[in-house]
């Protein structure tokens, strides 16, 4: 019993013993767990305070950076507006004095206007005096004198002068041919000149056929672009290494070539490039046009032209007729045609003028119909030019009848130019076959006696059965040659067909 009393009061004992250790122990653990929780925030709070400090200090360098740089800017506009200022300032100045000059020469003609008044004024009555002093000593009137030498001359020198004017127009003829073979003669010689023949298509070399893919794109999307875009008509597959850009419309072909030239360089082949390029290509050519217009001008040397005729004349660059680059034969027929009008004594700045604009329609004969010499003439007059300027253009195809001195040089020299050796680059034999191919067109036609190509081909007159083809087929007859000419054949500028019946003609441009 005592044992067991003796175990309880034991456990009692041990019992309070671990109950007062362990308050103890959670006791320290709570004040450390208090004390690191005390720690903790205030390093927090330090840390907070020390990116405050920074956040601080980084926003006055900032303020103080955008400061600064607004300064500058500032002070570079004050400074440049100071130097806009004085500029004007001495512009000003400038244009004060070229006044006050300006207004010294004025007053100096007008003085000099005065006093040459003054000397015509003085010169009249001495002349004057002087005629009536001549009366007063002969004692005749200027009527009487006048009449008494007339009488007395008249039969000493009626019949010398007829045989004399007999003998003047007969050499005047000799001398007339004799100048006119050395004149054409020294004209060739003093601007021959060669031209290299020039076809309708232009080729693009490539570094590799890869390129030649890129080009057509994915299912022809990009050589669909070009071609919509340029009007021109690109060869892939034919040529190796090379792309052929194929139309009659030499500024397209060169508008199509630079484009090609800027796309293979530029690597990026796509519809949106396509167009940017495009677009640049032609905004360049527009330059060069004008710079060639204003190029001819200046070697023409035959005053200013109006700046869109200039412009129309730089296309000329790039058209050919028969291989032949139509501004430089321009250019040609301008210098024989001044140097015959300068031996003729002709006026040489008309008929260099006449020469200059000849063939200037032959750049608008995509847009507007009928002959280029009336269009060109056409042009001209719309431009200011003079009527005897307008007359030589309009007749150096006798779509007119020349009535000028200054028109049938213009006449001579476009011949001469166009007719020399190595001039055109068209054989004789394709030349004939195609006059031929006109012919053979028209004859196949019902009721048709007879056809004739005329005018190296711009001319065709057709002749009728009249019992076979009245007038209103005839004109039917007229527009079905020209749609099947326009259709069929091959042909430069403008046909003129002519459909003659019982001694009336249907006439058709086309």
């Given at each position: ?450 056809a004739y190509a005329l005018q190296a081909g711009r001319e065709i007159r057709v002749i009728v059965e009249p019992t076979e083809v009245d007038d209103e087929g005839a004109a039917l007859l007229s527009f079905e040659i020209a749609r099947e000419i326009e259709d069929q054949l091959e042909y430069p500028g403008q046909v003129k067909v002519i459909v003659i019946r019982e001694s009336r003609a249907v006439e058709v441009a086309k």
């Amino acid at each position: 019993m005592l044992t067991v009393i003796a175990v309880l009061a034991g456990l009692v004992v041990g019992g309070g013993a671990a109950t007062a250790w362990l308050r103890k122990t959670s006791g320290s653990r709570l004040r450390a767990a208090e004390e690191r929780r005390s720690a903790l925030l205030s390093d927090a709070e330090r840390e907070a305070e020390s990116v405050r400090r920074e956040a601080r200090v980084e926003a006055r360098e900032e303020a103080v950076r955008l400061r600064a740089e607004i300064e500058r800017e500032l002070h570079d506009r004050r400074v440049e507006m100071a130097t806009v200022e004085q500029r004007i300032i001495q512009l000003e100045a400038d244009v004060e004095e070229k006044l006050d000059e300006l207004t010294r020469r004025e007053q100096g003609v007008a003085d000099r206007e005065a006093h040459a008044r003054q000397l015509q004024e003085e010169l009249k009555t001495a002349k004057e005096d002087a005629a009536r002093e001549l009366q007063r000593v002969a004692g005749l009137t200027d009527a009487e004198a006048r009449a008494i030498v007339l009488e007395r001359s008249e039969d000493l020198v009626r019949h010398e002068l007829a045989r004399r004017v007999r003998q003047l127009e007969e050499e005047a003829r000799a001398e007339s041919r004799r100048r006119a073979r050395a004149l054409v003669a020294d004209a060739l010689q003093r601007v021959a000149a060669s031209h290299t023949a020039e076809t309708t298509v232009t080729v693009v070399e490539l570094a590799s056929d890869d390129m030649k893919g890129r080009i057509i794109g994915r299912e022809g999307r990009n050589i669909r672009a070009l071609e919509h875009l340029t009007g021109v008509d690109f060869i892939i597959d034919d040529t190796p290494h090379a792309v052929v850009l194929s139309s009659f419309d030499g500024l397209r072909r060169e508008v199509a070539r630079v484009t090609l030239e800027k796309l293979i360089e530029d690597g990026r082949i796509h519809p949106a490039r396509i167009e940017e390029m495009y677009y640049q290509s032609k905004a360049e050519l527009d330059d060069h046009v004008r710079q060639a217009g204003e190029q001819a001008v200046f070697e023409a040397n035959c005053g200013q032209f109006h700046e869109e005729l200039v412009k129309v004349l730089g296309r000329l660059r790039y058209r050919t007729s028969y291989g032949q680059n139509v501004l430089k034969h321009t250019l040609e027929v301008v210098h024989l045609a001044g140097i015959m009008a300068a031996e003729l004594g002709a006026s040489v700045k008309t008929t260099r003028r006449g020469a200059l604009l000849h063939d200037v329609g032959k750049a608008m004969t995509h847009e507007v119909e009928g002959p280029h010499a009336l269009v060109s003439a056409q042009l001209a007059r719309r431009y200011g030019e003079s009527d005897g300027v307008v007359h030589a253009i309009e007749a150096h195809h006798y779509d007119v009848q020349p009535q000028t001195v200054e028109a049938v040089l213009v006449i001579a020299a476009d011949a001469i130019s166009a007719s020399r050796p190595g001039a055109r680059g068209e054989s004789l034999e394709h030349y004939i076959k195609r006059l031929a191919s006109l012919e053979e067109l028209a004859t196949a036609k019902p009721g048709v006696a007879k056809a004739y190509a005329l005018q190296a081909g711009r001319e065709i007159r057709v002749i009728v059965e009249p019992t076979e083809v009245d007038d209103e087929g005839a004109a039917l007859l007229s527009f079905e040659i020209a749609r099947e000419i326009e259709d069929q054949l091959e042909y430069p500028g403008q046909v003129k067909v002519i459909v003659i019946r019982e001694s009336r003609a249907v006439e058709v441009a086309k």
